[in-house]
């Protein structure tokens, strides 16, 4: 396709006849079963009234529900942040027995599929069960509460901040730690001036990950939860309901609001991974 | 995880100096302690949990879900959602990492970010976007229903929904896969009078076959258990197109413990071998570690 002399009687059509094989099909499927969806969801959303996708979007219903996706969701980002770099650290410089099999089950949320996340987090979590059990008498319930939404959301966004801290902390050089340790900084300072810093776009674009991989999850969370709007009801559930109640405005308008936080998340991911290149490139 | 050897002497010797000064780490050890905790309550416990929930029953139990009819049409609609979206979207992963791989042009990196949108899109709203195209009051719903074409509540939707929430999986492995081989090998078949197809078979597919086995293993385990796309397209109807993920909440909702643990005792196993998988082709193919 690129020895094909170009002259000035072909057409803009002249690359799509010539692509090769391997360009038509991917951008076939590409407009088939992602450019199509995406294109018919912000099509309908720009035939809605203004006025109307304001009302609909700052619906009390939908606002409580972007409280409990958003805050719920970022919690268990940052929650996983400072867990997730303690993982990583433990799992890179030390040695220790089960070391391979902790590992390797770090990426269970990625394998298990999410119902049975939700399922069995909810059994577990609730009054009568192994861990809800001991909270009960402190008067702290988990299934069917918020609590519940951030349980799951933990666990669904548990492996990000490991899986791209892991790598940086492996290719850390040990030698600017023992020339602060030799100079006598203490054990803190070195890890909040020396080993710390190289480490926060990974951290940040790890905790970017799972906080969209919270915002978009359904399926754990709709099972732990009891699904009240204003208590615990999340963004997506909101969605499914407006469909069930053949509200497609509705549900448009709640589906933009997240697909463009979805979007921002990512740029906001793009941008602190070229930062974090430039400095430690 | 080819370099767990590397940065464990890594770690041996940069610590080597300061470790010889104390003699048990405490430091060391707390955290340790911190993370198997930690990971216990997210992880351990829950997972144990569905292995402990489904054999409370006993055999009888298990037998009781194994042989009702609704839980087999689930798992066949599953198999079969699997079994047409996987194969599609290897092609389409192929096809875009070899029109992608060792190239150069304006917008590369932006068609790669597009390849990798659906993981930053709920699934939620990837069926939602489903619905607005083919639903009865979408886009192509009048032009479906002219022709008798059911794509909602049926299995080309489910279909479409798990080959949205899949897409980039393949191409994503494969990709870097391609980049690491070059193009000198590709270049010398060609030029020793190989045609397209058999440079493709005889030299790139077996230089990225590890990659692809490992992209497959991923996709494979998220399109059996894609649930929220599915649910918003399936129309959840009992025997009919009702997937195993939509199977355990409904007998979770309708208080059949046993039959939801049976289901998520399947797809717990699932999990499990492809974690398997996964840390073999880590360790004995060099993969590097990838999420999702």
Request: proline share 5%.
């Given at each position: 396709?690129?020895?094909?002399?170009?002259?000035?009687?072909?057409?803009?059509?002249?690359?799509?006849?010539?692509?090769?094989?391997?360009?038509?099909?991917?951008?076939?499927?590409?407009?088939?079963?992602l450019?199509?969806?995406?294109?018919?969801?912000?099509?309908?959303?720009?035939?809605?009234?203004?006025?109307?996708?304001?009302r609909?979007?700052?619906?009390?219903?939908?606002?409580?529900?972007?409280?409990?996706?958003?805050?719920?969701?970022?919690?268990a980002?940052?929650?996983?942040?400072f867990?997730?770099?303690?993982?990583?650290?433990?799992?890179?410089r030390?040695e220790?027995?089960?070391?391979?099999?902790?590992?390797?089950?770090?990426?269970?949320?990625?394998?298990?599929?999410?119902?049975?996340?939700?399922?069995?987090?909810?059994?577990?979590?609730?009054t009568?069960?192994?861990?809800?059990?001991?909270?009960?008498?402190?008067?702290?319930?988990?299934?069917?509460?918020r609590?519940?939404?951030?349980?799951?959301?933990i666990?669904?966004?548990?492996?990000?901040?490991?899986?791209?801290?892991?790598p940086?902390?492996?290719?850390?050089?040990?030698?600017?730690?023992?020339?602060?340790?030799?100079?006598?900084?203490?054990?803190?300072?070195?890890?909040?001036?020396?080993?710390?810093?190289?480490?926060?776009p990974?951290?940040l674009?790890?905790?970017?990950?799972?906080?969209?991989?919270?915002?978009?999850?359904?399926?754990?969370?709709?099972?732990?939860?009891g699904?009240?709007?204003?208590?615990?009801?999340?963004?997506?559930?909101?969605?499914i309901?407006?469909?069930?109640?053949?509200?497609?405005?509705?549900?448009?308008?709640?589906?933009?609001?997240?697909l463009?936080?979805?979007l921002?998340?990512?740029?906001?991911?793009?941008l602190?991974?070229?930062?974090?290149?430039?400095f430690?490139? | 995880?080819?370099?767990?050897?590397?940065?464990?002497?890594?770690?041996?010797?940069?610590?080597?100096?300061?470790?010889?000064?104390?003699?048990?780490?405490?430091?060391?050890?707390?955290?340790?302690?911190?993370?198997f905790?930690?990971?216990?309550?997210?992880?351990?416990?829950?997972?144990?949990?569905?292995?402990?929930q489904?054999?409370?029953?006993g055999?009888?139990?298990?037998?009781?879900?194994?042989?009702?009819?609704?839980?087999?049409n689930?798992?066949?609609?599953?198999?079969?959602?699997?079994?047409?979206?996987?194969p599609?979207?290897?092609?389409?992963?192929?096809?875009?990492?070899?029109?992608?791989?060792?190239?150069?042009?304006?917008?590369?990196?932006?068609?790669?970010?597009?390849i990798d949108?659906?993981?930053?899109?709920s699934?939620?709203?990837?069926?939602?976007?489903?619905?607005?195209?083919?639903?009865?009051?979408?886009?192509f719903?009048?032009?479906?229903?002219?022709?008798?074409?059911?794509?909602?509540?049926?299995?080309?939707?489910?279909?479409?929904?798990?080959?949205?929430?899949?897409?980039?999986?393949?191409?994503?492995?494969?990709?870097?896969?391609?980049?690491?081989?070059g193009?000198q090998?590709?270049?010398?078949a060609?030029?020793?009078?190989?045609?397209?197809?058999?440079?493709?078979w005889?030299?790139t597919?077996?230089?990225?076959?590890?990659?692809?086995?490992?992209?497959?293993?991923?996709?494979?385990?998220?399109?059996?258990?894609?649930?929220?796309?599915?649910?918003?397209?399936?129309?959840?109807?009992?025997?009919?197109?009702?997937?195993?993920?939509?199977?355990?909440?409904?007998?979770?909702?309708?208080?059949n413990t046993?039959?939801?643990y049976?289901?998520?005792?399947?797809?717990?196993?699932?999990?499990?071998?492809?974690?398997?998988l996964?840390?073999?082709?880590?360790?004995?193919?060099?993969?590097?570690?990838?999420?999702h």
């Amino acid at each position: 396709m690129t020895s094909s002399q170009p002259s000035s009687s072909q057409g803009w059509w002249h690359p799509i006849l010539h692509a090769s094989w391997p360009w038509r099909v991917t951008w076939l499927y590409l407009t088939l079963f992602l450019f199509l969806p995406i294109a018919a969801l912000i099509l309908k959303a720009v035939t809605l009234d203004p006025a109307e996708i304001w009302r609909i979007a700052t619906d009390p219903v939908a606002l409580s529900t972007y409280n409990v996706t958003f805050v719920t969701a970022l919690a268990a980002g940052v929650i996983n942040g400072f867990a997730g770099l303690i993982i990583a650290w433990v799992l890179v410089r030390y040695e220790f027995p089960g070391q391979r099999f902790l590992d390797a089950i770090i990426d269970l949320p990625f394998a298990l599929p999410t119902a049975v996340a939700g399922l069995t987090l909810s059994t577990i979590y609730s009054t009568n069960g192994w861990l809800g059990g001991f909270l009960e008498p402190f008067g702290i319930r988990i299934s069917f509460t918020r609590l519940g939404v951030l349980v799951a959301m933990i666990f669904i966004s548990l492996p990000f901040v490991v899986r791209t801290v892991q790598p940086v902390l492996q290719d850390l050089e040990a030698e600017a730690e023992e020339a602060a340790w030799s100079m006598g900084a203490s054990r803190w300072q070195t890890f909040r001036r020396v080993i710390l810093p190289p480490l926060m776009p990974a951290v940040l674009t790890g905790v970017a990950m799972g906080f969209s991989r919270a915002v978009g999850e359904y399926g754990s969370v709709v099972i732990i939860a009891g699904n009240i709007p204003f208590q615990d009801l999340i963004a997506p559930v909101l969605i499914i309901q407006r469909l069930e109640q053949f509200d497609y405005a509705g549900a448009t308008v709640i589906g933009t609001v997240l697909l463009l936080i979805s979007l921002a998340v990512l740029l906001v991911i793009n941008l602190i991974q070229a930062r974090g290149r430039r400095f430690y490139g | 995880m080819a370099d767990s050897s590397v940065n464990q002497s890594m770690a041996a010797a940069g610590s080597g100096t300061r470790r010889t000064t104390s003699g048990f780490q405490w430091g060391k050890w707390l955290l340790v302690a911190f993370v198997f905790g930690y990971l216990a309550l997210v992880l351990l416990i829950p997972a144990l949990n569905v292995f402990a929930q489904a054999i409370k029953g006993g055999l009888p139990g298990l037998i009781e879900t194994f042989t009702s009819q609704f839980f087999l049409n689930a798992v066949k609609l599953t198999a079969i959602a699997t079994a047409i979206t996987v194969p599609l979207n290897t092609v389409f992963g192929l096809c875009a990492a070899l029109a992608l791989a060792n190239k150069n042009f304006p917008g590369r990196s932006l068609l790669i970010s597009i390849i990798d949108l659906p993981f930053s899109i709920s699934p939620v709203v990837a069926g939602l976007m489903l619905v607005l195209l083919f639903g009865n009051r979408g886009w192509f719903g009048p032009l479906l229903d002219a022709g008798g074409i059911k794509i909602i509540f049926a299995l080309p939707g489910i279909v479409m929904a798990t080959i949205f929430v899949t897409m980039p999986f393949i191409a994503r492995e494969v990709l870097p896969a391609l980049e690491e081989a070059g193009t000198q090998q590709e270049e010398a078949a060609a030029t020793l009078g190989a045609s397209p197809w058999q440079t493709f078979w005889r030299v790139t597919l077996p230089s990225i076959k590890w990659s692809l086995l490992y992209g497959l293993i991923l996709c494979n385990a998220r399109a059996m258990g894609e649930f929220g796309a599915v649910a918003v397209v399936s129309g959840n109807i009992v025997g009919k197109t009702q997937t195993l993920p939509l199977f355990i909440e409904e007998a979770h909702v309708q208080y059949n413990t046993q039959g939801a643990y049976t289901a998520a005792l399947l797809l717990a196993c699932l999990a499990v071998v492809t974690l398997v998988l996964k840390y073999l082709l880590e360790r004995n193919a060099g993969i590097p570690h990838r999420g999702h």
